[in-house]
């Protein structure tokens, strides 16, 4: 199990705040908290550009990864184990999401890599989010959403200290 040490984790106000720093333009909308992609398809409707779902994972050897996938991607977490080369994945426990990525369940997003100071989280990125132009992700609360574009949010991400790996999600293709 990777040491984690706790501090005070990244508010929406510093996330914004960091993004201006890096020069990047984002739009931000409030909404009703939503936990599920199921709960935030009223959004999909009201918000251009592509939604996201985040999956907090674990093997069973203790690595943690972030996957960030486009909302309506089907997941199968053997095959991403196999694809990653890793044991068996299951989801993070909501202490070690809050330790590591600063945010709680329904809060996940790719933005909370800016609170993994010690790198411990591997970023994957569905390659199907990487179709479109705009993508969609909570500010690390789930009370709004902020949209960027997928360059920049691939720079904050790597500016972050974290190289995201972009890999096919969906299974259609495999080997």
């Not at 706790?6 to 333009?25: H, K, Y």
């Not at 909308?29 to 592509?50: K, N, Q």
């Not at 939604?51 to 996938?69: C, P, Q, S």
């Amino acid at each position: 199990m990777p040491q984690i040490w706790f501090s005070m984790p990244a508010t929406r106000e510093d996330l914004l705040a960091r993004l201006a720093q890096l020069g990047i333009t984002v739009a931000t909308r409030d909404h009703p908290a939503v936990h599920t992609v199921a709960e935030s398809e009223r959004l999909h409707r009201e918000i251009a550009g592509a939604h996201t779902k985040n999956l907090f994972l674990r093997d069973k050897d203790g690595a943690l990864f972030l996957v960030v996938a486009e909302a309506h991607t089907h997941i199968d977490l053997k095959l991403l184990a196999r694809q990653l080369g890793c044991g068996r994945l299951s989801f993070g426990r909501g202490e070690l999401l809050q330790g590591v990525l600063g945010v709680g369940p329904g809060s996940v997003t790719a933005f909370a890599v800016m609170n993994d100071e010690s790198g411990l989280v591997r970023v994957v990125i569905d390659e199907r989010l990487m179709a479109h132009a705009v993508i969609n992700c909570h500010p690390l609360v789930n009370t709004a959403t902020t949209s960027i574009a997928r360059d920049d949010l691939l720079r904050f991400i790597r500016a972050s200290r974290h190289e995201p790996r972009i890999l096919r999600l969906d299974g259609e293709n495999r080997r």
